[in-house]
Each structure stands twice: as structure tokens, then as C-alpha cells.
């Protein structure tokens, strides 16, 4: 009977546990389910553009966060971006081809679909991008970006991004 009780309590246990797993990535997979509602578009930007857009414009009455992005291996990679707004909800997704050992950037108004906004945004490619950021209008300042490089996977986060 001893035996019995163990294995019982040994199953539960098991029971436990696999809810304890699965719930948590069933809730995200609805979350991203939910923002995979937002289409994607492609942008294809290259360094020429970016040395116009890099400069400050006094007369400027806008202002809007490029997201440049590097790939440092020797093959195109493929970088998708989510940006989210201040509440959370996803605004807009795009996706950007780079060269290998090429520079491509996208802007924050691109994400965001021509709404203005404040927010942030998550990206993530297969190969090695190296990402950075800079706020354009009367004045031109870099804004953080942050990266962590999981072979074969480069995460990039744009904690603060805006377009106005």
C-alpha cells in the first residue's frame, strides 16, 4: 500500500509540474499570437540614405529614431522588428534584408505605421547584427540599443524609441 501512495503522490507531482511548464508558454503563445495581427512590411535602406538622415536639422519640426543595424558575417541576414507602444500593444512589424558585412537601417515612423509614438521595440535575426540607434530632428542624439547573441540568434532590444 506504501508503494502505492508513492506513486500516486509521484504522479500528481508530475502533473504539477508539466502545468507549471506549459502554462506560462501557452500564455505566450496567445500574446504573440495576438500581435501576429499586425502585418509585416519590408524596408530597404542603405548607407547613403542613412548619411542624409544622420544629420541635425534645425528647421526641422519633426522627429523620428533610425535603427541601424550591421551584420557582421560574411552572409544576408534577415532582421524582423516588433515595435510596441507605451501600453505594450504591438504597432507595426518590418523585416529588413542586410547584405553580409553590410549597414541597413529602418525608422521608428516605418513601425509604427505613420502614427506618432513612444515606445520601444524588440528584434531578433539569424547571424551575428550589431545595433544601434539614433533620435533625428532638431538635434541628433544616440538612444540605447541593446543586443545579446545566442548562436545562431542575435536578440536586439530598442528600449526607447519615438516618432512625432
Keep these: ?28 503563445e496567445i500574446q504573440l499570437s495576438e500581435q501576429a495581427a499586425v502585418a509585416e512590411i519590408e524596408i530597404d535602406r542603405g548607407p547613403e540614405e542613412l548619411q542624409a538622415v544622420l544629420r541635425p536639422r534645425p528647421d526641422l519640426d519633426t522627429t523620428d529614431t533610425a535603427l541601424v543595424f550591421n ?46 509614438f513612444i515606445g520601444s521595440a524588440r528584434c531578433s535575426a539569424r547571424g551575428k547584427i550589431v545595433p544601434s540607434a539614433f533620435i533625428v530632428g532638431r538635434i541628433l542624439t544616440d538612444t540605447p540599443a541593446k543586443a545579446a547573441f545566442d548562436w545562431p540568434v542575435t536578440r536586439m532590444r530598442f528600449p526607447a524609441i519615438a516618432t512625432f
Design 71 to 116: 551584420n557582421a558575417l560574411h552572409k544576408t541576414a534577415v532582421v524582423r522588428c516588433v515595435a510596441f507602444g507605451a501600453n505594450g500593444h504591438a504597432l507595426g512589424r518590418v523585416r529588413i534584408k542586410i547584405p553580409g558585412n553590410g549597414l541597413r537601417f529602418i525608422r521608428a515612423s516605418d513601425l509604427a505605421n505613420g502614427l506618432d
Design 1 to 28: 500500500m506504501n508503494n502505492f501512495i508513492r506513486k500516486g503522490l509521484a504522479v500528481c507531482f508530475g502533473s504539477l509540474m508539466t502545468a507549471a511548464i506549459v502554462a506560462p508558454v501557452a500564455a505566450e
